[in-house]
């Protein structure tokens, strides 16, 4: 698949990462996109396994530009506490954590391990499932930012330390719905 390195092309690569042979690493914030896809509604699904260092990790959808777009993402020094998993779109540039509390959760990260991600987009609405649980963890009734459909992107990065690898993602699949 064709991923457009959208900043710095050193902070992203693939290689093999915790067991699998293919797998994109991210660091420094750098926001990877993919190429040629304009996603609205659908499913996105992926697998995501932090590094012992990694602090943070989000994917970006409906993504208009690096300013405007819908975000969701892991803190994963939070793992099994508040605010692990996070809904903050962010709209002309702003980030919007500390608006939207009622879309943080619970949710356990393990180091270095692989985790199911799946993210259902419908409308307004998204529900967010990991680890392959049939349960949302996370869903928001009404999407904050005014976009309807965008490019699909991903970051990470490791809290003052641009040069130390972040997270891994591997198995990206993006199911459009039908129109």
Request: net charge positive; no cysteine; aromatic share 12%.
């Amino acid at each position: 698949e064709q991923w457009l390195r959208a900043d710095l092309a050193a902070n992203v690569k693939f290689a093999p990462a915790f067991g699998r042979d293919d797998a994109m690493l991210l660091r420094a914030n750098t926001h990877v996109v993919k190429s040629g896809l304009e996603f609205g509604d659908g499913t996105i699904e992926f697998d995501l396994a932090p590094t012992a260092e990694g602090h943070f990790t989000g994917i970006t959808f409906r993504r208009q530009s690096l300013t405007n777009h819908e975000n969701i993402y892991v803190r994963f020094h939070r793992s099994g506490a508040f605010m692990a998993l996070q809904y903050a779109p962010r709209v002309n540039g702003s980030s919007t954590w500390q608006l939207y509390p009622e879309f943080a959760q619970t949710v356990e990260w393990p180091r270095e391990k692989w985790t199911p991600v799946r993210i259902d987009v419908r409308g307004s609405q998204m529900d967010v499932f990991v680890g392959g649980g049939k349960e949302a963890v996370l869903s928001v009734p009404r999407l904050r930012n005014a976009t309807t459909a965008g490019e699909i992107g991903f970051w990470a990065r490791v809290n003052d330390k641009p040069t130390e690898w972040a997270a891994a993602i591997s198995n990206v699949r993006i199911t459009k719905a039908a129109a």
